[in-house]
């Protein structure tokens, strides 16, 4: 069965240093995987997304995901934090044969920034 | 703002009871998704329609029902209610197919 596992329930980094987040996922043929971030009282946003090609992923608010197939994952970094991206981060890959509304969520990690 | 409305934002009933939660879909989008948030399951797939018909199903409890109207608009129904029925309930939309999915910011369901 797909699945995607977020290892670090809770990060806490300093404003200014780099962030990765963990996403690892479970799927039999090539996966199509996002992140989407979470801030609180709001819907998700969508920060990118992998279908195939490069596997250096640009995403929106300096965002940039690298997928690894030899490691089944799909790590998001940024390589300088800001008290805004405080929020809670989710990794999601496609379900099966679904539309890219159709989704398998991690658990998510939330993401606290000092100042 | 996504595009996406769902209405109301809050919502406080009482167990056994019955509730409609209500997602406008972007201006021409043609599919709706909806999702349950909670602290113990985190986010889970229940549902998707598309042009009025069901065209998905994951883990939506019997107890719940969804459909889509003429306009695109969808509602979803929460009946005999629970107190672990109590998330955070989101729609997406999408055109359909392969394209990007919106979501709203939710409605906060609290059974009390």
């Known amino acids: 069965a797909q699945s995607v596992t977020q290892p670090d329930i809770h990060i806490t980094v300093s404003e200014g240093a780099s962030l990765e987040l963990r996403c690892n996922y479970s799927?039999?043929?090539?996966?199509?995987l996002f992140w989407y971030v979470q801030s609180p009282g709001q819907g998700l946003q969508l920060l990118l997304k992998?279908?195939?090609?490069?596997?250096l992923v640009q995403g929106i608010k300096g965002f940039e995901a690298e997928f690894k197939r030899s490691q089944s994952s799909f790590n998001l970094r940024k390589p300088s934090v800001h008290w805004s991206d405080a929020a809670e981060y989710f990794c999601?890959?496609?379900?099966?044969?679904?539309?890219?509304?159709?989704?398998?969520f991690g658990k998510g990690t939330k993401l606290s920034v000092k100042p | 703002d996504s595009g996406v409305t769902q209405t109301p934002k809050h919502l406080i009933t009482a167990t056994g009871q019955r509730v409609t939660l209500r997602c406008s879909p972007r201006?021409?989008?043609?599919?709706v998704y909806w999702y349950q948030q909670s602290l113990d399951q985190g986010l889970q797939f229940l549902i998707q329609?598309?042009?009025?018909?069901?065209?998905a199903k994951g883990n939506i409890l019997e107890r719940f029902s969804a459909q889509q109207f003429p306009d695109l608009h969808s509602e979803l129904n929460l009946s005999s209610l629970e107190l672990g029925d109590s998330a955070l309930y989101f729609c997406?939309?999408?055109?359909?197919?392969?394209?990007?999915?919106?979501f709203g910011q939710g409605t906060r369901l609290t059974v009390v």
């Open positions: 997406a939309s999408s055109t359909g197919g392969r394209t990007e999915a919106f």
């Open positions: 799927y039999g043929a090539t996966p199509y």
């Open positions: 992998y279908f195939s090609g490069d596997t």
């Open positions: 999601a890959v496609l379900n099966y044969g679904g539309s890219q509304g159709n989704l398998i």
């Open positions: 201006s021409g989008d043609l599919s």
């Open positions: 329609y598309y042009n009025g018909e069901e065209r």
